[in-house]
Structures are given as C-alpha cells and as structure tokens.
Nanobody
Framework: QVQLVESGGGLVQAGESVRLSCTAS????????MGWYRQVPGKQRVLAAT???????KYADSVKGRFTISRDIAKNTVYLQMNSLKLEDTAAYLC?????????????WGQGTQVTVSS
C-alpha cells in the first residue's frame, strides 16, 4: 500500500506564490510519474503539471511560465511552485502517483489541498 501526504496551499492574494509538496511512502514501489491535478466543484479534475521519473515535465497551458514542478527522488517527493497566482487558480490540488507495485501499474491520489486565491 502506498500513501500520499500533501502539504502547502491555503489562502493567498492574487500575484502571490505558494508551494505544494507531496510525499509518497509505503511498501516497495517504483515511481513512473508524479504530478498535480486540480479540481473545482462541479468540474472535472484537470492536469496542472506532471513529472516523470526521468525528469520530463508537462504543464497545462494555463499554468505554463507560472508553475514549476520538481521532485526529490531520494524523498519520493514532488513539489509544485506556484507563482503569480490568479483568481482562476483557486481549486483543490490533488497529488497523483503512477507507480509499479509488486509488478503491477497502480495509480494513487492524495486527499487534496485547497488553494484559494483572493483579489
């Protein structure tokens, strides 16, 4: 079993910055990719940013140039640095992990951390 623990988020003003972190722990697993998705009530969960085990990153167009995803391999942790926040960045941010556990591909989700951007 693999667990994801998220931290960061909160209430910030437009233009400010926030950093999210997510740490994976549990039984033996290997990471394919980790990332962040975001969701607002009544809408589908959408990609914010992901990073593969090889370091390849992918960003939603709406966050390119403002958000940076990075990882600490030794700590099984992924970070999302969010700069120049906009009102429309308000959402629950959920950590995602694609991993191999006992030879099987598995996907895990964190509980989510709320980011609220005010004017």
């Amino acid at each position: 079993q693999v667990q994801l623990v998220e931290s960061g988020g909160g209430l910030v003003q437009a233009g400010e910055s926030v950093r999210l972190s997510c740490t994976a722990s549990g039984s033996s697993f290997s990471i394919n990719s980790m990332g962040w998705y975001r969701q607002v009530p009544g809408k589908q969960r959408v990609l914010a940013a992901t990073i593969t085990s090889g370091g390849k990153t992918k960003y939603a167009d709406s966050v390119k140039g403002r958000f940076t995803i990075s990882r600490d391999i030794a700590k099984n942790t992924v970070y999302l640095q969010m700069n120049s926040l906009k009102l429309e960045d308000t959402a629950a941010y959920l950590c995602n992990l694609d991993a191999i556990v006992d030879g099987w591909a598995q996907e895990y989700w964190g509980q989510g951390t709320q980011v609220t951007v005010s004017s």
